[in-house]
């Protein structure tokens, strides 16, 4: 992408009703743009980053041995009806009526939806074990959307759903989710700490809740710190394997919501020097719900005994949107955005010192096409904006690396390298330029 003809609208001022730093650098940097309280159209920068995080997790559920598929935004209500939830949910929930009077919703969660699907298909313990998942925008009217896409009301999520014949296949199910979260925060350059969640009437130990430690978090989160520290299980896990010794690890240590958080446990549990009391961003949940919506809506199985049961279910979200806001808390400094190289909307930023200069633009043009080859999506400034500028708005945008051009270096046969996470700066050859970042 050259600069000139991509659409990067980068703010000067920094806005002043954005509270947290996220926010204010994903306004700053063009990436997201407020047409509604909690709604935003993604421009071309931030829908890059959105949708590299949307393809890591995608492929961390396949991994895991989800299946996707896609559900629509609007729902009918009388599918709430029969779960019960229709009156329940309250205020939060986006009421619809067409044009014939028949009640829509728009989709906050999919239980409802995923469960009528499964029963219309599903009838034998032969259809078992069974995830299904999708990507697709939400609707909860927030009473206080905030925080840009971290509290929205129109906000993408991934939501799973999982089908199995009793409580012990679920808790595999749940396994395989468990461990899937870990290694998709991974990848997305984030420490994730699975907390105890509350799992509300049904009861159990079958909720967690996964938290970036952050400052601006909404929940406060208690945990053993070595919880922080441990890495991902990686991605050769083999999912058909048993995965309870990989979750155990995680579970056996201390850390818990608010809601969830016994302090007395918590001294007992944790030596001193690693309880951390924090905030926290929820960006994943997981939750074993057995019976709850399979049984009113009845969605049975036949067992091998030839006797129908309601199929047991989980289901397992992450804050796709979310999460942008979440990776920007977690890595930027004062000049803007510092991306994980996973999820960074370019692979290398080229500034071109000089545009009009015969020899600059030709060592530019070069290694643009070296990149493109080299599937590193290059972007290339180049604009006649100062160079000052071209460096604040590279820092700003985040991309990892840059390739700073211009006549003076060229003249020696240099260019320069910067690597945004540390702003070290080496000046090498473009052979070696390219050489290190292909
Ligand atoms: P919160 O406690 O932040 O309100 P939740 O517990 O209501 O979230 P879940 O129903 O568990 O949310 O949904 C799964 C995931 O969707 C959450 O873990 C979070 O990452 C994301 N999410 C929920 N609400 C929002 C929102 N308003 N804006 C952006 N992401 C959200
Ligand atoms: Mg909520
Ligand atoms: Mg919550
Ligand atoms: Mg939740």
């Given at each position: 992408m050259r600069l000139s003809r991509f659409f990067l609208p980068v703010l000067k001022e920094t806005p002043a009703d954005a509270q947290i730093v996220s926010h204010r650098l994903?306004?700053?940097?063009?990436?997201?743009?407020?047409?509604?309280?909690?709604?935003?159209?993604?421009?071309?920068?931030?829908?890059?980053?959105l949708k590299k995080i949307e393809q890591i997790?995608?492929?961390?559920?396949?991994?895991?041995?989800?299946?996707?598929l896609l559900m629509p935004t609007l729902q009918p209500a009388d599918l709430w009806r029969e779960s019960g939830r229709y009156e329940?949910?309250?205020?939060?929930?986006?009421?619809?009526?067409?044009?014939?009077?028949?009640?829509?919703?728009?989709?906050?969660?999919?239980?409802?939806?995923?469960?009528a699907i499964f029963r219309s298909y599903c009838r034998s313990y032969k259809d078992l074990p069974k995830i299904l998942y999708h990507i697709q925008w939400k609707f909860r009217d927030e009473i206080r959307p905030r925080f840009g896409v971290m509290r929205g009301r129109e906000f993408l999520m991934k939501d799973s759903y999982s089908f199995d014949l009793d409580e012990a296949s679920a808790r595999r199910a749940y396994n395989r989710m468990f461990v899937a979260y870990l290694n998709t925060?991974?990848?997305?350059?984030?420490?994730?700490?699975?907390?105890?969640?509350?799992?509300?009437?049904?009861?159990?130990?079958?909720?967690?809740e996964f938290i970036i430690l952050a400052e601006t978090g909404e929940s406060e989160v208690f945990c053993d710190s070595a919880l922080v520290d441990m890495g991902a299980p990686g991605l050769d896990v083999d999912f058909d394997g048993d995965l309870q010794p990989l979750v155990d690890a995680r579970t056996s240590l201390y850390a818990a919501t608010e809601e969830m958080h016994e302090a007395e446990r918590f001294a007992a549990e944790v030596p001193e020097e690693r309880r951390?009391?924090?905030?926290?961003?929820?960006?994943?949940?997981?939750?074993?719900f057995g019976t709850k919506y399979s049984a009113p809506l009845g969605a049975n199985v036949t067992h091998p005994d030839g006797k129908d049961?309601?199929?047991?279910?989980?289901?397992?979200?992450?804050?796709?949107?979310r999460l942008l806001g979440a990776i920007i808390e977690a890595h930027h400094d004062e000049a803007g955005c510092i991306w994980p190289e996973s999820v960074a909307p370019f692979g290398v930023g080229i500034i071109n010192l000089k545009p009009g200069d015969a020899d600059t633009d030709a060592a530019c043009q070069s290694a643009y096409d070296a990149l493109v080859k080299a599937g590193k999506d290059p972007l290339l400034d180049d604009t006649h904006e100062r160079p000052g500028g071209k460096f604040a708005t590279m820092d700003l945008i985040g991309v990892p690396w840059q390739l700073?051009?211009?006549?003076?270096?060229?003249?020696?046969?240099?260019?320069?390298?910067?690597?945004?996470?540390?702003?070290?700066?080496?000046?090498?050859?473009?052979?070696?330029?390219l050489s290190q970042l292909t």
């Open positions: 994903m306004l700053r940097a063009g990436m997201i743009r407020q047409e509604a309280a909690g709604i935003y159209s993604w421009l071309p920068l931030g829908f890059r980053v997790v995608r492929e961390e559920q396949d991994r895991a041995g989800a299946i996707e329940d949910y309250g205020k939060e929930m986006l009421r619809i009526v067409d044009r014939h009077e028949r009640d829509l919703l728009y989709g906050p969660t999919n239980e409802e939806m995923i469960t925060f991974d990848r997305l350059g984030l420490k994730a700490v699975p907390m105890r969640a509350d799992t509300g009437p049904i009861g159990g130990d079958l909720s967690h951390l009391s924090a905030r926290g961003i929820e960006v994943g949940h997981i939750f074993y049961r309601p199929v047991h279910m989980g289901s397992y979200g992450v804050g796709v949107s700073i051009t211009g006549p003076r270096g060229l003249k020696e046969g240099k260019v320069e390298i910067k690597r945004r996470a540390t702003g070290e700066r080496f000046e090498v050859s473009l052979e070696s330029a």
